[in-house]
């Protein structure tokens, strides 16, 4: 966004009528903002590791893998995470995996916001939520990190809690002082039968947050 802002002017220089040498300043069109405004970057939480591939915790991960394995696209190793690229109704969504592990996954989403000149109010982040029963949907423009590791480091990072994020719910299903496990734990059955329908749900919601807006996307899926 930095970068963005710092773009609207250039160092070229120029003289006036008086030989006096002042800066000359560069026009920020309106194809430039619209480029910019049609980026997304969608944030996968999880961590790295086979381990903890099908982990409650991991569904950050899960999500845009669905959607990917969906559209036909694929992840390339990059800088700080994998990255696919998804375009959609003019629309070029970025699906982020961190490599940071679950604790640093801030430094990974401001490095792809500024290297692709992605702006906050694009920035999607997708986590998983001890509070919300099992496959329930919430979507908020912005909030506390709820004490969740990752958020709570992409807010520091960031600076903000100003960017929207969705939580999927993992319900509270463990007995006292097992949290750690639980969250770290795999599936039950019953939750990896319903789990296909709920990342149906969860692809559809990435695609409206691009092409229909945050409110209209909260409208239609909060609570589902």
Known sequence: MIKWISNLFSSTKTE????CIKPEVQEHTKNNIESVSNKFLIVGLGNIGAEYVNTRHNIGFKVVDFLARKEGISFETVKLGSLAQYKLKGKTFFLLKPNTYMNLSGKAVQYWMDKENIPLENIFVITDDLNLSFGTIRIKPKGSDGGHNGLKNINLVLNTQNYTRFRFGISDEFKKGKQVDYVLGEWDDAEKLALPDRLELASEI????????LENTMTAFNGK
């Open 16 to 19: 006036d009528n008086t030989g």
């Open 206 to 213: 990435i695609k409206s947050f691009g092409t229909a807006g």
